[in-house]
């Protein structure tokens, strides 16, 4: 008989400042663990990227329907992989209410190397300005927070291969209890 074990995927999401990384990791790490990317960039409400093309950084009260909607995919339970800056912690306390078991692979890197790499992409919406407000907007992973932090100097491959291994090692709540009901199998 089956085991009356369930495995969920615990879902991923890929913060950190624009320029990051988070849409090109998350776009590959979705690829090598078969799963649904998203990025939250298309969940943005269209006056949020209105106001961040005007060079307008956002404001909490921009913000909240923007996580409001990441929060609803990310409760799914597909293991969906999300791009979502999620910079304070308040934000990410939002998220765990809909995904308590979301890990947080925090994007990080030097100013120097965010500049660079934003000098060399084209976005729909994000003007290069807003990096500083970005980064003082910022506030690190908590020790008591499920996530790791990643180094974005690293080729995308290795943050990729990075953050599985750590997700690997650290996933309590892969396996869901026991529903009621279930059949236990001595
Ligand atoms: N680890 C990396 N090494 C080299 N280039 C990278 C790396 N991660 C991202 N890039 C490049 O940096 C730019 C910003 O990445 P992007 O995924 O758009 O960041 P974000 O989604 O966080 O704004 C893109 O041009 C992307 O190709
Ligand atoms: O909370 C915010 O201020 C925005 O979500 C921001 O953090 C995000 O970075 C933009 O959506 C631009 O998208 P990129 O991060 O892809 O540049």
Not at 20 to 29: A, F, H, I, Q
């Amino acid at each position: 008989m089956d085991s009356a074990t369930s495995v969920t995927l615990q879902p991923i999401v890929l913060m950190g400042v624009s320029g990051s990384g988070k849409s090109t990791v998350g776009e590959s790490l979705a690829a090598a663990s078969g799963r649904i990317f998203i990025d939250g960039d298309d969940l943005h409400p269209a006056a949020n990227k209105e106001k961040m093309a005007a060079g307008i950084p956002l404001t909490d009260d921009d913000r909240w329907p923007w996580l409001l909607r990441i929060g609803e995919r990310l409760a799914v339970g597909d293991g969906v992989i999300i791009a979502c800056s999620s910079l304070k912690r308040t934000y990410r306390e939002l998220l765990r209410e809909y995904a308590p078991d979301a890990y947080f692979a925090l994007l990080s890197g030097t100013r120097e190397l965010l500049a660079e790499r934003l000098a060399g992409r084209h976005h729909e919406y994000m003007p290069t300005t807003l990096l500083d407000s970005q980064l003082a907007t910022l506030e690190p992973l908590g020790a008591d927070e499920r996530g790791g932090v990643f180094d974005i100097a690293r080729p995308v491959g290795e943050l990729v291969a990075e953050i599985r291994d750590a997700l690997a090692a650290d996933q309590p709540v892969d396996i869901a209890a026991p529903a009621p009901g279930d059949i236990i199998c001595e």
